[in-house]
């Protein structure tokens, strides 16, 4: 049997027209990129987490549904100072029931995603645009400190380069595109032209675009910091000025630069100028499924889109005080709860031995660095294809998604149930007497505190 219009849950393309086949066993993709293919392969993957798992004597074993669910209860319960960090590999359901368990617990919440670019977009505003229109409208393309053809390589036959749109019938030969990278990579090579910034150059590189556009000549020395002569910018603003609609897709290399926000905010506030001689729009590729999600349900529920402190009974937010990376290498949490993001391989070595040290429970798929220094593992479900939900795509446009399997597990039926099953735990309050954290790190006396659990 084969299942149409399925939902890659891969990046932030939230690709809407796969074809699943299922053979003998394996899951057969179409229409899809490696990226997904390998994400479909993990549903029958031998390595997937089949069963909850609890460090014993070093070791992760299998111990029952109710116990494990019962010891990560008790943990976030007892922490005086817990940390929920929700991933973008899930849907906003189930970051909606994370964002309550955080608010009853009184817990910081963050997520995975990139906080810079919604910190540039609060400080400026964004002209934005769906996939959709700038697949039937834009003849030019900008890829600013992105990769796509290697991170997202649909979102360029899909929607940005070479599909045929309502105003550009002749795909490709109807576009002009511009790549602004310090690297010479694949999409740099299909453009025509790349500006090859010197790296961390960027906030000066808009600067001096801005001052052209205000009818003025940067100061020569521009051309020694940023690497590029000014008869290129020049070049480059005039394209943008004449093009009928335009827009510029920014990705990390962006807002990693020095300047973080600042970056995104100046290149929107540009947009915004560019705007005075023709339609032009701003978005960011997104290298996760549903990476604009949280930020939309957090921002919906309670006004603030990533690094929720409920501690005082209300949520507060305060980038660079309430955040992971500052949370973790201030040494401010006591326990942490890490749901469908391998956090260990983004974050500082700092923050990583920190994050080793206190209580840690993940909820995932497939074993990765998190896990394996994880004291409880609850098995995940893969959204789109075992369960259903929402994502939320890399231009803002939320993506509903039915699954064509069923869950493999009796004990959850999605990542959603799992968490509200944790939260009723929580809120029962019934965990086992006297069960502590102190206690927690003696794993050999483990099966005398929690009789019937292993």
Request: contains cysteine.
């Amino acid at each position: 049997m084969i299942h149409k219009n399925i939902v890659c849950p891969v990046c932030g393309a939230a690709c809407d027209d796969i074809q699943v086949e299922i053979k003998g066993g394996k899951i057969e993709a179409k229409n899809v990129c490696k990226m997904g293919i390998s994400r479909f392969n993990e549903v029958t993957s031998p390595q997937r987490f089949k069963q909850p798992l609890l460090k014993f004597g070093g070791k992760l074993r299998p111990v029952s549904w109710d116990g494990a669910l019962q010891i990560a209860a008790d943990i976030l319960s007892s922490a005086k100072r817990p940390l929920i960090s929700i991933g973008s590999e899930t849907s906003c359901e189930a970051h909606e029931v994370g964002l309550m368990i955080g608010e009853y617990l009184g817990a910081i919440v963050d997520t995975t995603g990139n906080g810079a670019t919604v910190m540039g977009t609060q400080e400026a505003g964004k002209v934005g645009a769906t996939e959709g229109q700038k697949k039937n409208r834009a003849d030019l393309l900008v890829y600013w400190g992105t990769n796509p053809l290697e991170s997202m390589p649909r979102q360029m036959s899909r929607y940005g380069v070479f599909p045929r749109g309502y105003w550009t019938k002749r795909g490709r030969f109807d576009r002009t595109i511009i790549t602004v990278d310090p690297r010479k990579t694949l999409t740099a090579k299909a453009s025509d032209l790349h500006v090859q910034l010197k790296p961390d150059s960027d906030y000066e590189l808009i600067s001096a675009l801005l001052t052209l556009l205000h009818g003025k000549t940067p100061h020569h020395s521009v051309e020694e910091i940023t690497g590029v002569p000014i008869s290129v910018m020049e070049e480059m603003l005039g394209i943008m000025k004449n093009c009928n609609f335009g827009t510029i897709s920014v990705g990390v290399g962006l807002s990693s630069s020095p300047g973080k926000y600042r970056n995104i905010e100046i290149a929107m506030n540009f947009v915004k100028e560019l705007n005075n001689y023709s339609k032009f729009t701003i978005g960011v590729i997104r290298s996760r499924c549903n990476a604009a999600g949280f930020s939309q349900v957090a921002s919906y529920m309670y006004g603030y889109p990533f690094g929720l402190d409920f501690m005082r009974g209300y949520p507060r937010y305060n980038p660079g005080e309430f955040t992971t990376v500052d949370l973790l290498r201030e040494k401010d949490v006591d326990a942490a709860f890490v749901m469908c993001s391998d956090l260990l391989s983004q974050i500082p070595p700092d923050c990583a031995a920190y994050l080793s040290e206190i209580p840690l429970i993940c909820l995932d798929t497939i074993p990765c660095p998190t896990t394996s220094i994880s004291d409880i593992v609850l098995p995940g479900v893969v959204d789109s294809i075992e369960c259903e939900g929402t994502f939320y795509r890399l231009d803002d446009v939320p993506i509903y998604f039915e699954p064509f399997l069923d869950s493999p597990f009796k004990f959850t039926q999605s990542n959603e149930d799992t968490l509200k099953q944790l939260f009723e735990k929580i809120k029962e309050g019934k965990t086992q007497t006297g069960f502590l954290q102190s206690a927690f790190k003696q794993e050999e006396s483990m099966p005398a505190i929690l009789p019937g659990v292993l």
